[in-house]
């Protein structure tokens, strides 16, 4: 069993920045692929990015919407993965979800293993 705890959301204008968090108990870290989502009001829930891991080497993937302007990153003695996010728009307003699963795929596509309760994120313009 895996626990994800979102911290970081709030309000910021356009072009201001905003970095979330997510604490990851449960499970060794880095065995699980990890990634954010997004759900804006009325939409269907989105990809936003990801990292996982194999042997030696760090994956990162974007959405093309976030590419350049966010960014994923860890902090492997805490357990815990950032989205840094710069560049804010209004339309990044939404709740963000952090996700955790031993798939990358499977995560990518939307259908991880573990989800966070979710923080929002409001840009106004």
């Known amino acids: 069993q895996v626990q994800l705890v979102e911290s970081g959301g709030g309000l910021v204008q356009a072009g201001g920045s905003l970095r979330l968090s997510c604490a990851a108990s449960g499970r060794t870290f880095r065995s699980y692929a990890m990634g954010w989502f997004r759900q804006a009001p009325g939409k269907e829930r989105e990809f936003v990015t990801a990292?996982?891991?194999?042997?030696?080497?760090?994956?990162?993937y974007y959405a093309d919407s976030v590419k350049g302007r966010f960014t994923i990153s860890t902090d492997n003695a805490k357990n815990t993965v950032y989205l840094q996010m710069n560049s804010l728009k209004p339309e990044d307003t939404a709740v963000y979800y952090c996700?955790?699963?031993?798939?990358?795929?499977?995560?990518?596509?939307?259908?991880?293993?573990?989800w966070g309760q979710g923080t929002q994120v409001t840009v106004s313009s």
């Open positions: 996700a955790a699963g031993p798939i990358s795929q499977r995560l990518r596509n939307g259908t991880p293993d573990y």
């Open positions: 990292i996982s891991w194999s042997g030696l080497s760090t994956y990162y």
